[in-house]
């Protein structure tokens, strides 16, 4: 019988065991899921030896990507349609990477799959991030310069003493861009305050623009691959101008001795963040590949 609990804490390291360092999309990141649990009232459970993610949204179920032993995939599936069976709705698989979709073409599952754009993950260079050289990436270069002749600041890595100004300032910051939400600014702020008051207890890193020595912009991530760092989220005070640019810039310098990749995650679809995203040239997308098994 398959059981799945609420996401909490307590399954961190199990979460861990089987996806720390062995997949590139942010699904595989524990503290990512974690902060977003109460939105997507995401359920966990192991499976044939397999990590599965039950998240429930827009009046439906749906399953991420099982993680794990690859060879256990079609056991798993098996499982997961039994139990879909039982509790009277159809499994729908989101996230998959085309080795997992592969697997189920072979296997002979009636199924269509559909490549999400909306919630594929953007994946840098963080070496191109972090010189922002070429045509391409001419007026992002622009900006920074601009924010560096304008304002004169530091970039220092986020530690203890810093957690607290940061929850403070976005909450300002939060008020000012929903500017009524009380739903939104209220979501936003949870998983916000709910990264920050884990970050030693995720293993997140992450950097801050100090001008005159007022927080003006600060970002968190973490290392998701060997190769990879994961970004979870960047918050400046827009009243500085380009302090989105210049934190995005310095934390790619910050990062690029230690990582080749940044993941920076989604755009859900949002016309503007997409744009913003593709505005700094990825160098691919994750696969997130949607199983509707018929």
């Known amino acids: ?40 009232n995401a ?15 827009g009046g439906h179920y749906r399953f991420v990507m099982p993680f794990g032993n690859r060879t256990n995939t079609v ?10 069976l039982q509790n009277g709705y159809g499994l729908e698989i989101i996230g998959a990477d ?29 070496e191109k991030l972090a010189s922002l050289s070429g045509k391409k990436l001419h007026s992002k270069k622009n900006h920074v310069n601009k924010f560096k002749a304008e304002y004169k600041y530091e970039f220092v890595p986020i530690d203890k003493t810093l957690l607290d100004n940061c929850i ?6 939060m008020n000012i861009k929903y500017d009524g939400d009380s739903k939104k600014y209220s979501q936003e702020l949870d998983t916000v305050k709910c990264l920050l008051e884990n970050f030693d207890e995720f293993n997140l890193f992450g950097g801050a623009i100090l001008v005159d020595g007022e927080l003006a912009a600060y970002t968190v991530g973490e290392r998701l691959t060997e190769d990879t760092a994961l970004v979870h989220i960047e918050k400046a005070d827009t009243d500085y101008n380009g302090a989105f640019a210049i934190i995005n810039y310095e934390f790619a310098n910050f990062l690029k001795t230690s990582f080749k990749y940044i993941n920076r995650e989604e755009d859900m679809g949002i016309e503007g963040l997409r744009r913003a995203k593709e505005s700094y040239r990825p160098e691919f997308f994750t696969d997130k590949i949607k199983c509707k098994f018929q």
């Open 98 to 126: 085309t080795e997992f979709a592969d697997t189920l073409k072979a296997a002979g599952y009636s199924c269509t799959f559909t490549q999400d754009r909306n919630v594929q993950d953007y994946v840098y260079s963080s």
């Open 43 to 57: 359920a966990v459970a192991v499976v044939s030896d397999m990590l599965v993610l039950r998240v429930y949204f």
């Open 1 to 40: 019988m398959i059981i799945f609990e609420p996401l909490n804490i307590k399954h961190k390291d199990i979460y861990n065991r089987y996806t720390a360092g062995k997949y590139r999309c942010s699904e595989a990141s524990f503290s990512n899921m974690y902060i977003w649990r109460k939105v997507t």
């Open 75 to 84: 056991k798993c599936v098996d499982a997961l349609l039994e139990y879909c």
């Open 168 to 173: 403070n300032k976005t909450q300002l910051w």
